[in-house]
């Protein structure tokens, strides 16, 4: 089994309490069908949590099948700066099938942010070097496809349906998972500007 090779720190993208005792690192690529299944399902995940769960993601784009992938994954991380990471993140999978640089800014406008300086940003590479730093920790943990999922530093590759997840969340968290409450959360510091 694969291991996780960066720990999550509160530079990461994260929803749930930081000292949960599940950690669940997805790696996704928004041009990915089924990172846009899964995004849901982890949700509900960590929603019903307990608290026991704290939900990070990760960019890891596949350029060389999914031509939007970088720049949407830049559009997120534009977002971030902004406080609007989820938003953002919820908006790109909704609309997977339009992700070139003009409908990423109207996703901006939609969430109150200049689309005009996302375009900027996207175009200029302001934020590459964030999803750089994800996409090779991920290569570095094994991550050869997406999505990938580590549950507390170890790769899961069982099926990726929920109950399988639950019950994989459960071991590692040494309870059954209870009904919903309410979680806490955190959100990613700002990257350097470059």
């Not at 997406?146 to 530093?153: D, E, L, S």
Request: proline letters at 7%; charged letters at 25%; one cysteine or more.
């Amino acid at each position: 089994m694969a291991d996780l090779t960066e720990p999550v720190t509160t530079d990461d993208w994260a929803l749930g309490p930081p000292d949960a005792p599940v950690t669940l690192v997805e790696y996704a690529d928004f041009e990915c069908p089924y990172c846009r299944q899964m995004g849901p399902m982890l949700r509900r995940l960590q929603e019903r949590g307990g608290g026991r769960l704290l939900l990070v993601y990760r960019h890891l784009p596949l350029s060389a099948g999914h031509p939007h992938a970088m720049n949407a994954a830049m559009a997120a991380e534009y977002a971030g700066a902004h406080g609007k990471f989820w938003e953002m993140h919820d908006l790109l999978f909704a609309h997977q099938e339009a992700l070139d640089i003009d409908h990423l800014a109207e996703y901006a406008r939609q969430l109150g942010l200049d689309g005009e300086e996302m375009k900027q940003a996207v175009e200029t590479g302001r934020f590459r070097a964030a999803v750089r730093h994800d996409l090779v920790s991920g290569v570095r943990s094994g991550a050869n496809g997406t999505p990938t999922i580590f549950i507390n530093g170890d790769r899961y590759d069982g099926p990726r349906v929920e109950h399988n997840l639950a019950d994989a969340i459960e071991r590692a968290a040494g309870q059954p998972y209870g009904e919903e409450v309410e979680t806490t959360g955190y959100t990613r510091s700002l990257p350097p500007e470059s």
